[in-house]
């Protein structure tokens, strides 16, 4: 099996193009809202951002501060870029050379009621994580001591996500939480941004009933470059090889159709804000250096493509990597948006 950096010219060439011509959703970010994004974006292949337009544990009214600030600074640039409401603004973004942003918040812990859901869909969320590692109103988080699953509320919630077309991630969800959640959805749910369990034995990763419960809900789990959970040995910053290590292993435990790229760039960070989030989450920085949080050489929007050069480099065919690129998370945003 070849390494991506141990392509021949000809396949190098094959796979920049691919990655070129295919949908490429990132389905995890924090995005910087700078004039230069769109380039680190083009020059990623980027076609669509999920981005977390809001902070974990803002309240209601940061939450609406959040999203109106991002939408004035998306408004400022319409010419670049496109809100995405429906699965075909991404494929009209990719055929306008736009970079189309998903609005999708990783904790609901700002909805004080249910109704509420109604007005955070008409300002543009499309994607809402229940649970951001601990305890809301909703249920537990992966990184809470207990286990106990979905309150009334959030199965309440749930209920009316399917009914309105909010696409449920449960990304940073406790274990009973991910369960109850998958079994109660009438519609798939993703996991975002993360990794299989039994690679990485990470609180935050997704053990194999887990995601055998998610592909068989049709839903898609996104693999980041995260070194934390990407890691297949402790404390060893991970390369492109062992990313491609744990898409090799979804597909063999899940199939195809359920994997694809959710990196979990966070644009905005600096080294300041790096150690203020390890202080706060120490389960979740892994000890790892401001520098060396991202999987080595995939640590930056521009290198995306070497994911497509790792995948021809596996023997993927062409159709199967455009699928694990963007198309898989396609399929789950038009069954639950609409096309």
């Known amino acids: ?4 950096d141990g392509l021949n010219n000809d396949e190098i060439t094959h796979a920049f193009e ?14 910087k809202q700078d004039d230069e994004h769109f380039n680190r ?9 999920n981005h977390t337009v809001t902070r974990p544990n803002d309240n209601l009214s940061e939450s609406i501060k959040s ?40 904790n609901a812990k ?7 859901i109604h007005c955070f869909k008409a300002l543009g969320v499309r994607i809402l994580q229940l649970t951001y590692q601990y305890k809301n109103q909703i249920g537990d988080g992966c990184g809470e001591r207990t286990d106990n699953g979905l ?23 406790g274990r009973c939480t991910t369960f109850e959640a998958i079994e109660i959805s009438k519609d798939p ?9 039994r690679l990485n034995p990470h609180i935050r990763n997704k053990t194999d009933e887990q995601i055998k419960a998610m592909s068989e809900k049709g839903g898609v789990i996104g693999i980041t470059k995260y070194s934390p959970i990407c890691e297949l040995k402790s404390g ?3 390369d492109v090889e062992d990313y491609m290590k744990h898409i090799d292993y979804v597909v063999e435990l899940a199939g195809i159709d359920h994997v694809g790229i959710g990196l979990d760039f966070n644009e905005p960070s600096t080294p300041e804000i790096w150690a203020s989030f390890a202080s706060a989450y120490p389960e979740l920085s892994g000890g790892y250096t401001f520098s060396e949080k991202g999987v080595k050489d995939l640590d930056q929007l521009s290198k995306v493509p070497n994911i497509t050069k790792g995948l021809v480099g596996r023997g993927y065919s062409d159709q199967e990597i455009k699928k694990i690129l963007g198309l898989n998370f396609l399929k789950v945003f038009k069954k639950v948006w609409g096309s």
């Open 189 to 197: 749910i993703i996991f975002s941004h993360s990794h299989p369990y």
């Open 236 to 238: 060893v910053r991970p």
């Open 67 to 106: 999203i109106s600030n991002f939408l004035y600074w998306a408004h400022a640039n319409e010419q670049k870029c496109l809100i995405v409401k429906l699965a075909k603004d991404i494929i009209k973004a990719k055929n306008t050379g736009k970079i189309a942003f998903i609005l999708g918040p990783q």
């Open 41 to 49: 974006s083009h020059i990623g292949g980027i076609t669509a951002h």
């Open 110 to 116: 700002f909805l004080e009621d249910i109704s509420l």
């Open 151 to 173: 309150s009334e509320f959030g199965i309440n919630l749930i209920e009316e996500m399917n009914k309105i077309g909010i696409l449920i991630d449960l990304s940073h969800v």
């Open 18 to 31: 691919l990655h070129k011509n295919s949908i490429v959703i990132n389905c995890s970010a924090v995005i």
């Open 1 to 4: 099996m070849k390494r991506y």
